[in-house]
């Protein structure tokens, strides 16, 4: 049973849909009956309530979101996990044809929502995080972000215009580890984005990634006035981008 609106494999052709939602509004603790044996031993295993909540749907909401492109049962989807732990379909789910098996997708969770990239190119990466963190964020900065991203930071006078440009940076470098799988295994110095008002996300790579920004589209945005998403789209040398679309989802609430 599904309950996000059907999909097509075919409107995934040069796009990326995204589909977002708070934990409560995707039914919460409810989503464990999608589940796998793995994922419900997962979340039985915080000692939190909200973690375990947050966890539970996001993993249903990629079942379901999934399940909008192909003739898969949300409960039927089977995954594996890369070397640094990223999760992919395992293309030996139970009735996936040839598109259908080009399936790929990313998840994210943070404390008040739930994001999955869907896309048909394999290297795809979204982040979410809640800005409202408590972290020490010019600490984090200085040890975590490149020269250039620190320097546009330390002109942010205004606390809020600070933060709002902290969490950009923060998730388009997460959603590009997440796009390259390799987890925190890349120096987060070594590429640095700028985020401009009307202007496209531009990256600058150090060698010491090995990797080319015209093989990169990125995208990010403000999600309400407490969360930033950003999303990495490898879409290939001098592709064109591909379409980005948001959507909401929610139970009995496409
Ligand atoms: C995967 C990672 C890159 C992101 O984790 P995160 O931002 O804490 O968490 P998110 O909710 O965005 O993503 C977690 C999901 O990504 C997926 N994931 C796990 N490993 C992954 C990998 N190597 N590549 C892509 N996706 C991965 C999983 O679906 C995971 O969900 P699950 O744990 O419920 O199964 C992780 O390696 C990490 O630890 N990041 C923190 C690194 C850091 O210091 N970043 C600072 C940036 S300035």
Not at 109 to 138: F, M, Q
Not at 144 to 168: I, N, S, T, Y
Not at 207 to 228: I, K, M, N, R, Y
Request: charged share 30%; aromatic share 8%.
């Amino acid at each position: 049973m599904n309950d996000l609106p059907e999909g097509n494999p075919a409107r995934l052709e040069r796009a990326v849909e995204v589909w977002l939602g708070s934990p409560e509004a995707l039914g919460g603790l409810a989503g464990r009956d999608l589940l796998d044996d793995a994922e419900r031993a997962r979340a039985d295993r915080f000692l939190r309530p909200e973690p375990q909540v947050t966890y539970t749907s996001a993993h249903a909401l990629v079942r379901r979101a999934l399940s909008a492109y192909a003739p898969v049962e949300p409960r039927q989807w089977r995954f594996s996990v890369g070397e640094h732990g990223r999760p992919d379909v395992d293309p030996r789910t139970p009735g996936l044809d040839a598109d259908t098996r080009r399936l790929a997708f990313n998840l994210s969770h943070t404390r008040g929502l739930v994001a999955v990239a869907v896309s048909t190119v394999p290297a795809i990466g979204v982040d979410v995080e809640w800005i409202g963190r408590k972290n020490d964020l010019r600490r984090l900065a200085a040890a975590k972000f490149a020269p250039a991203e620190r320097g546009r930071l330390e002109r942010e006078v205004d606390e809020q215009a600070f933060r709002r440009r902290f969490f950009r940076y923060w998730t388009l470098k997460e959603s590009y580890l997440k796009a390259r799988g390799t987890g925190i295994t890349l120096p987060l110095d070594a590429f640095a984005f700028q985020v401009e008002c009307g202007a496209p996300v531009d990256v600058a790579f150090d060698a010491v990634l090995g990797d080319d920004p015209s093989a990169w589209q990125f995208e990010v945005s403000d999600v309400g006035t407490e969360h930033a998403l950003a999303v990495a789209v490898g879409r290939g040398v001098d592709a064109p981008d591909l379409a980005v679309r948001i959507f909401t989802a929610g139970v009995g609430r496409p």
